[in-house]
């Protein structure tokens, strides 16, 4: 494992760095920041290439799509945006009425969808922004979204304590995946759509399987809220990032821990590249390239 500070900008208080995610090459990440900005970086180097200005509050979510010729961002501020690779931003945007918290996409389709802090979730195109439906989906803070089976389904995950399994052809609830007695903070789906991690306030992660949720797992390791999970291409490794100052590793085939990394602060997210390297951001203010931690 190489520790690298790829990014930590100066001053005596640097706004965090709220989520990290990287392009299909690898080569670049895109990173959003608590004060709206938007960053771009060279993922080797940590060199700064661009600055992308238009929200006017925290990040909550960033994505590469198209390819990596865009960028789809989603904010406090209600709303999330299209950016070109340039920097560009589009001339669309797609509006909640509360906070967006969470954003996931499903690039075969073309489609998105973002959860806001009033438990309403938007599916949408991510060509135009246009909303292509709603769902009352939670009593509280929508946390986590993931499109599962070739999209026909989302899960989602809340402040209020439950996972939720929705069909995206009648746009109606399947079954409660999960009930728990503290906020989902975070959440990440395995590639074949066949189970979700989900990422406690407490510092727990629970497996849960879509098909038998009464077969679960917990994994235990951090000390505090997990605050972002995401699952390599393989789906055999989880990467977890938590308010404990610490990124860990774990195996999906054995349900454990492989190993556990010291951040600069309370990590915010982590991502995967396609090459297997790893990246985490953190409330410091720094991005970090860990290196490709899944052998």
Request: aromatic share 6%; charged share 25%; glycine share 10%.
């Amino acid at each position: 494992m190489k520790k690298t500070i790829l990014y930590r900008p100066s001053g005596a208080q640097p706004p965090a760095v709220t989520s990290v995610s990287a392009d299909p090459s690898g080569l670049r990440l895109v990173c959003g920041t608590l004060d709206g900005r938007i960053i771009l970086l060279d993922a080797k180097t940590g060199r700064l290439q661009r600055v992308l200005k238009g929200h006017e509050s925290t990040i909550s979510a960033v994505f590469f799509i198209s390819e990596g010729k865009r960028i789809l961002s989603a904010s406090w501020d209600k709303t999330a945006r299209v950016w070109s690779r340039a920097g560009v931003q589009g001339t669309h945007l797609l509006r909640q009425n509360d906070q967006v918290k969470a954003m996931a996409v499903w690039e075969a389709a073309q489609k998105g969808a973002v959860g806001a802090r009033d438990g309403e979730v938007r599916i949408f195109s991510t060509k135009s922004l246009r909303s292509l439906k709603s769902l009352r989906a939670h009593m509280a803070d929508v946390s986590g979204l993931s499109f599962v089976r070739e999209g026909t389904q989302l899960v989602t995950a809340s402040y209020d304590g439950e996972c939720r399994l929705w069909d995206l052809r009648e746009f109606t609830m399947l079954s409660v995946l999960g009930r728990y007695d503290e906020r989902i903070r975070s959440m990440a789906a395995v590639p074949d759509g066949s189970c979700v991690f989900l990422g406690m306030h407490g510092g727990d992660i629970q497996s849960v399987n879509l098909d038998n949720p009464k077969k679960a797992h917990r994994l235990a390791g951090h000390s505090d809220v997990v605050t972002s999970l995401c699952i390599d291409s393989s789906g055999k490794h989880l990467l977890s990032g938590s308010m404990d100052r610490t990124v860990r590793l774990w195996s999906i085939e054995t349900n454990s821990e492989k190993t556990a990394l010291r951040a600069e602060g309370g990590v915010s997210s982590v991502a995967w590249a396609s090459s297997g390297e790893a990246f985490s951001s953190d409330f410091s203010g720094a991005v970090i390239s860990w290196g490709r931690l899944a052998k």
